[in-house]
RNA sequence: GCCUGUGUAGUUCAGCGGUAGAACGUUACCUUGGUAAGGUAAAGGUCCUGAGUUCAAUUCUCAGCACAGGCUCCA
């Protein structure tokens, strides 16, 4: 990086046109130009080599402060100024590091930009005193050419297999869902792979799965058409939206051979774009688009936790998109779905509460600016939960940009508070998106669109479920189903030949034919909160039963083997808790 | 991002200004048993990383990274 610091009188600048085709529009404030008075003016040219953003800025923020310092000034006016250098940075990481500074320079100085990419005119009146012009080459050390990144595979090797799954107890004694991770080998945090980015083991893959299976299953049952669309799509996708001004800080961006790109952090869009892909009629709606999607949110670090709060999570997603008179019906629909997928999970009425999640009028930043839709769209939600009898909690400010939800609250073990499900009902974006159906005028009408998740995160769901049930699982939840333990060596033909059948009918299951006492490997098997556990022994053998041990450890039952398929097979299919 | 705490064996942790210990786990041998811990032995460590103080740092100081809790945030 290169800059030319001038101490000025005063600077005047107004920006013409673009320089640049990939740049943003700017704000009629910024078309207006802008002015400062005893200012220093950085002229900043961003060159290749300054990819190390950290610590350019790092640098950078050095240099100014002590320029500014010497020079006894507080205005800093930072100014692009390319032709400082014949080897500049992409338009992308020029944007990068010129954000970063200014937010940084923000801290300690009054900070006034100029933009980048346009062409500028601009005055100014140098002071002329011998620190008045001074330029500095911003050089992160190891750069340039010797810049050959040396990798230490040792150390590297040593952080991949560095895990960190401590915790400290919840209420009541009660342990994390990070603690049960743990124990129950369900996941693992490895610091080399990075921050709120959990690994599944095989185990806990399996819960993963098998909601999400559950899931998909019952919403093909409801009418729900499932996609398959991209993780990430050039920043203008989520420009329509507002996504990207209301959320641009927390998405990952991507430069893409010089394109802006972003791991998407929602659906909605790549729904949407579905939908218009061909005119609609009014017969086909209600569209209702799910997705089991995967999306990534850089959130802040002091945010992540265990599987609660992750930088990539799976979201049961759907967009409901309907004719204004259906969104009611369609709304008790989600609510209907909702409940059987937390009678399925074991979720009961007890583990949650409502919060009906309003806009805030004060808060322009924040929510669409139109008043007259949030509060018919609120009365429309408030009416369908009077209606259905619903006990709720009203929130204001509560509610998405773009349209109110409901909210499935509920806390951990900790007593924090977190969304487990949301339905949203939103006027907006069916308007940003110009998403359009012929009504049967053969009109154009304006859909309007439920968001909402039947599991919420997979991953928070997991984490709730742990924490309610301290890893007791259901049956169908449960990585491993059945494990069975021979008693001597004499044993192990049995137990393998039984393990095959079990295997066959569909349970997962585990054998232990060590040769140390069962008491041991019974109290091993409980640990991992296995539901059943068969032991056999000789008598078994002889008698041809099986001696099965529920989770409690209170009951021990003699089961034929079929008997015994066949009560496990029934608890899987009618999910029983 | 802010505040607080933590980082030592595969895991959970103890410990210490003079380069380390337990339990569980792993492996081997012995043990052939009846529903929550059978015995013995061995292997396993850059005490998170970097800088500073010191004759000497895993230990003290600072910075960074990671994890956890609280705040804030959560499309």
Redesign the pocket.
Known sequence: MKILTLHVDYINFKPLKKALKSVEELSEKEKKGGSAKDALVVLTAIEKIDDNV?EVTKKFIEAVKDVASQVKTNNIVLYPYAHLSSNLASPALATEVLNNVEKELKKDFSVLKAPFGYYKEFEMKVKGHPLSELSREIRVEGEGKEKEEKI?T??LL??M????????K?EKGLK????IG??LDLY??S?IV?????LLTPKGTTIKREIERFVTDEELKRGYLHTSTPVMASSDL?KI?G?WQ??RD??FVLDVRGDKFALR??T?PFQFILYKSKPRSYKELPIRYAEIATLF??????????L??IRQFTLADAHIICAPEQIEEEFVQVLDLIKYVMNSLGVSDNDIWYRF?KWNPKDKE?YIDNPAAWESSQKLMKKILDKLKMKYIEAD??????GP?L?LQYK????????LF?V?IDFALPERYDMTYKDKNNKQARPMVI?RSSTGATERMIAFLLERNQGNLPVWLSPIQVKT???????IDFVKKLNEQLVKEGIRTEIDI???????????A??M?IPY????????EKEKKL???D???KN?VDYNTEEFIKKVKEEIKNRKS
């Open positions: 950290k230490d040792d150390e040593r952080k297999t560095k895990v960190h799954m401590s915790a400290p919840g994390s869902n990070v603690e743990r124990d693992i945090v610091e990075g921050k709120g980015l959990p989520y939206s996504h209301h959320y927390s998405m952090p929602m909605c949110r850089n959130e802040k670090t002091g945010e992540l936790r265990g609660t709060r999640s924040k400010g509560e509610a998405a940009f773009y939800k909210d951990d073990v900790y007593g924090k508070e977190d969304t949301t949203q968001h333990l021979s008693l001597t060596e004499r044993n060590d040769e140390s006492p069962i008491s041991g490997r019974i109290r091993e409980s640990l909160k556990l068969i032991v056999i022994g000789d008598k078994e001696a099965v041990r989770r409690t450890g021990i």
